[in-house]
Nanobody, 125 residues
Framework: QVQLVESGGGLVQAGGSLRLSCAGS????????MAWFRQSPGKEREFVAA????????YYADSVKARFTISRDNAKNTLYLQMNSLKPEDTAVYYC??????????????????WGQGTQVTVSA
């Protein structure tokens, strides 16, 4: 079992930046590939980015590529999402998730086993 707690969300103007954090506890954090997802009201949950256990392999949704950066610090049991050039359409609840393998899933946007409770990000126009 892995417990995940997100933080760092808030209100920001379009063009601004935020950094989300996801603190992991329980089993060895570095054993798992991790990802960020988001969900807006009335929409399905959307994949944002994923990272393997060492941080050497990453994968992004086209909508955030070149604006968002996923990273991790296994010594601190923490996953990050640096979000730059934010747009109103980035407004959503952001969730971190852990996969039971060290490498990215065959389909990086699917198959995650443990989830955090989410943190709200609101981008004003």
């Amino acid at each position: 079992q892995v417990q995940l707690v997100e933080s760092g969300g808030g209100l920001v103007q379009a063009g601004g930046s935020l950094r989300l954090s996801c603190a992991g506890s329980g089993r060895t954090f570095s054993s798992y590939a991790m990802a960020w997802f988001r969900q807006s009201p009335g929409k399905e949950r959307e994949f944002v980015a994923a990272i393997n256990w060492r941080g050497g392999s990453t994968y992004y949704a086209d909508s955030v590529k070149a604006r968002f950066t996923i990273s991790r610090d296994n010594a601190k049991n923490t996953l990050y999402l640096q979000m730059n050039s934010l747009k109103p359409e980035d407004t959503a609840v952001y969730y971190c998730a852990a996969h039971h393998t060290q490498t990215l899933p065959t389909t990086p946007s699917r198959g995650y086993d443990w989830w955090g409770q989410g943190t709200q990000v609101t981008v004003s126009a």
